[in-house]
């Protein structure tokens, strides 16, 4: 097809294909010139680059592999090659090569950043960070930062002093826009208000989508209800555009853009879902999109950006006291941050006895994701288990699809002198019913700190499992501790570690009390304010019709 064009110009022509995104014309006119040049290494580079975006991954592999023998250190055959072991979920390969590659070029942001971002996936949370510092220290940008403000979340290590100088760090490094370019407010009279939702997980399959479903069917009552989705599409989430008046896809335009939207729809309140967390679109709100700026739900700490006016919690996870951990003003929905959906399904089934009952012995657990398992939950959970012979923990999660993090949970565990007989773990459950038919295997769901369990707890709740909890000092551990408060549970929420243990103790031994709270727990926590997306709702479309008034006043 191409037998008249030289090898340069075939190349120069696929670079343009491949920046409008017309990946087949690229990979046909790239294995031409690979053809006329064989050795060319820019040529190679992107013709993997192309196979491994439409997941010809095999044919990449191929090509990759016999031109790192003859290009053993160019590092850019490295990353592509470490990319593709992170696509194929090769994790603990992609580190071994992107390490390698730091040890030839220790200036490569990108590795970094990669690497950084396999250690995420095997929950080495202080290992992502040091490697997102490392990645931004060579190339500042407020990706990078906002993954270390993200993924401090998670660290044992984390402290209020140090959240908040990097939040004072990110502001000064998100794009600056054009002022004059975007638009000014101009409201006219409607019947409703319009309150827009941004977020990247409006999805079923995502705790946050998943928990929400409800509530968006409520909400929409009191308000016109737009949504602005920073994510590709698929049947899951055509669920949740049938509720909205108004859905946008904005994966694919400028921040600029965005805002011009918005403010031409005139959005009075516009939501944050999403935080610091993948997929945000901050930006916009530093922008000031709208007159009301929230965040809610999908990010548990202060965003930092000072023109997002307030922050939703409880009484319980944001206590007025703790102000200051926030540069948002704080909200308090009168008794939880938030409802969760109820699940649909008229025959799961619900045990009213605890499993000890016929185990003869107690089954803790946690079906929380790895990141929240540090070496402090690890050593203290391993405490507990070592004053109950007998008892197993029950891990689930997706993460243990892949055997590495079930060999380094393992690992953990049997560094603190616990054997694998007593560490029950299941990958992924693509059915919601039978997954959460699971919690029915547990005893006692034991909370992990400092990132406590939102979706799970609630979940827990549901299915009718107490939930051993240890209060924090901020939003993100708090949320078992409001979870608890409103189920009248308030025994069940520790203050420290040792009281943490002498409750999972105490607890362990009554099975008879345990099998009591299990007869009561599902019809309580479904009667509760947990579960009622209707009147949260009618809570919520007051805060926020009271906060529009006063914005106008």
């Known amino acids: 097809m191409y037998s008249n064009a030289t090898a340069e110009n075939l190349f120069h022509s696929a670079l343009d294909d491949i920046k409008n995104k017309s990946y087949q014309k690229a990979e046909l006119k790239l294995k031409e010139a690979h053809f006329k040049s064989p050795r060319r290494e820019s040529i190679i580079i992107n013709l993997s680059s192309v196979l491994i975006q439409i997941k010809k991954f095999e044919e990449a592999d191929k090509i990759l592999n016999e031109a790192i023998k003859i290009f053993p250190k160019n590092t850019d055959l490295l990353l592509n090659k470490a990319f593709l072991l992170i696509t194929k979920k090769e994790i603990i390969n992609a580190i071994e090569l992107l390490i390698r590659i730091i040890k030839i070029d220790p200036k490569i942001s990108s590795a970094y950043y990669k690497l950084a971002s396999c250690y995420v996936k095997t929950g080495d949370n202080e290992e992502a960070i040091k490697n997102f510092e490392r990645c931004f220290n060579l190339s500042p940008d407020n990706i990078s930062l906002s993954n270390i403000i993200f993924y401090l979340n998670f660290s044992k290590n984390y402290s209020d002093n140090r959240y908040i100088d990097l939040l004072n760090k990110f502001r000064f490094f998100l794009p600056k826009l054009n002022k004059i370019k975007i638009q000014d407010f101009n409201f006219k009279d409607k019947k409703k208000l319009n309150i827009g939702f941004v977020s990247a997980d409006l999805r079923s399959e995502h705790p946050v989508g998943n928990g929400l479903y409800d509530f968006f069917i409520n909400i929409k009552e009191y308000f016109n209800l737009f949504g602005y989705y920073n994510a590709s599409e698929n049947e899951d989430t055509d669920n949740f555009k049938k509720i909205f008046s108004q859905w946008e896809n904005i994966l694919e335009v400028k921040d600029i853009d965005v805002i011009n939207l918005i403010k031409e729809q005139q959005i009075d309140v516009l939501v944050d879902l999403s935080g610091h967390s993948s997929g945000n679109r901050l930006n916009i709100f530093a922008h000031k999109a709208a007159p009301v700026q929230i965040s809610w739900c999908g990010y548990l700490n202060s965003t930092g950006i000072t023109e997002i006016d307030y922050i939703i919690g409880d009484p319980y996870v944001t206590p007025q006291k703790n102000q200051s951990k926030y540069t948002e003003k704080i909200i308090q929905m009168p008794k939880i941050w938030s409802c969760f959906s109820v699940p649909k399904y008229s025959d799961i089934n619900i045990k009213n006895e605890t499993p ?152 362990s031994q009554n099975i008879k009390n345990l099998n009591l709270i299990r007869k009561n727990l599902h019809t309580k926590a479904i009667n509760s304010y947990l579960f009622d997306s209707k009147n949260f709702s009618k809570d919520f479309a007051k805060i926020m019709i009271s906060l529009v008034k006063n914005k106008n006043k």
């Not at 939102?454 to 501790?481: D, H, Q």
């Open 356 to 507: 000890a009952i016929k185990n003869k012995y107690i089954t803790f657990g946690s079906f929380n994701q790895i990141s929240k398992l540090n070496d402090d939950v690890i050593q203290l959970w391993s405490k507990i288990l070592k004053e109950n012979l007998n008892a197993k923990l029950f891990l689930k999660n997706s993460n243990f699809q892949e055997p590495y993090i079930t060999k380094k949970i393992l690992k953990a565990f049997n560094k603190n002198s616990i054997s694998e007989e007593k560490i029950i773990i299941e990958g992924h459950e693509p059915n919601k019913k039978i997954f959460l038919e699971s919690y029915n295997k547990i005893d006692i769901a034991l909370d992990p700190f400092p990132y406590s369990g939102c979706s799970t707890s609630f979940e827990c709740a549901f299915m009718g499992v107490p939930i051993l909890t240890m209060k924090g000092n901020n939003f993100l551990s708090r949320c078992g501790f409001s979870i608890n408060a409103n189920l009248d549970m308030n025994e069940w929420t520790a203050k420290d570690n040792i009281d943490y243990y002498e409750k999972a103790c105490k607890f």
